[in-house]
């Protein structure tokens, strides 16, 4: 009977509350999160080539990783990057499975290093993680430091419209960070903002909130 009542329930929540405990990293969610993500946008901001350096760093399971190799020729490489070892070794699973492996280093970080390789990359894709980084200030120095001559950093993050005036702590507990915020954190870290959009990606329906992005570049 509890089980019943509690099964009652939650079909009765509206989506958008549900969707909050639907995991959107997992692969057997990636098909769904098609539909909202807009990976050509994304892929547009990393101004990506098939023999692109690029790192996801805070890639998850890997669902940008994936994304990236697969359109990767052999000269390309994705640095996925994460600190929890688990969601490594699944994304290394899945690479195989699809026949991606040699085209991704997986990189455990720590949590003030992705540990990337010095001046060679590209792009660094920093998507809906960066609010977890409490070691921020020592990221965007690797980070800056891991791009090549025309290398760019693009950032994406999630915050909810009714929280965008809250400070940076009550927002981080949330899971979220408002873009003035991070705006700060670049310019003090020594990049140039290149282009901010705010909103990116509208997700209401399924996370409650909306997306915004920076893409940046190592200034002088």
């Known amino acids: 009977m509890k089980i019943l009542?509690?099964?009652?329930?939650i079909s009765s929540l509206p989506f958008a509350v549900f969707a909050q405990y639907n995991d959107i990293y997992k692969e057997s969610a990636w098909a769904e999160r098609d539909k909202w993500q807009d990976v050509p946008r994304v892929l547009e901001a990393l101004a990506f080539t098939p023999d692109s350096r690029i790192a996801d760093v805070g890639s998850h399971q890997g669902y940008?990783?994936?994304?990236?190799?697969?359109?990767?020729?052999?000269?390309?490489?994705?640095?996925?990057?994460?600190?929890?070892q688990w969601k490594l070794d699944r994304l290394k699973k899945?690479?195989?499975e699809r026949k991606l492996a040699d085209r991704v280093k997986v990189i455990k970080g720590d949590y003030d290093d992705p540990k990337l390789p010095v001046g060679s990359l590209d792009a660094v894709l920093i998507m809906d993680t960066y609010h977890e980084?409490?070691?921020?200030?020592?990221?965007?120095?690797?980070?800056?430091?891991s791009l090549n001559a025309t290398g760019?950093?693009?950032l994406i993050e999630p915050i909810a419209e009714e929280r965008e005036k809250w400070s940076r702590k009550?927002?981080?507990?949330?899971h979220e960070i408002a873009i003035r915020y991070v705006c700060d954190d670049l310019k003090q870290a020594g990049f140039s903002i290149i282009k901010e959009e705010n909103p990116f990606l509208d997700r209401k329906e399924?996370?409650?909130d909306r997306l915004?992005?920076?893409i940046a570049e190592p200034g002088n």
């Open 152 to 154: 760019r950093l693009v």
């Open 170 to 174: 009550r927002q981080e507990d949330k």
């Open 94 to 96: 899945i690479l195989n």
């Open 133 to 145: 980084m409490d070691d921020y200030k020592d990221i965007l120095k690797h980070v800056k430091r």
């Open 212 to 214: 915004w992005m920076i």
């Open 64 to 84: 940008m990783t994936v994304k990236l190799a697969e359109q990767m020729n052999s000269e390309g490489k994705v640095y996925a990057v994460d600190v929890d």
């Open 5 to 9: 009542i509690l099964s009652l329930l």
């Open 206 to 208: 399924e996370k409650g």
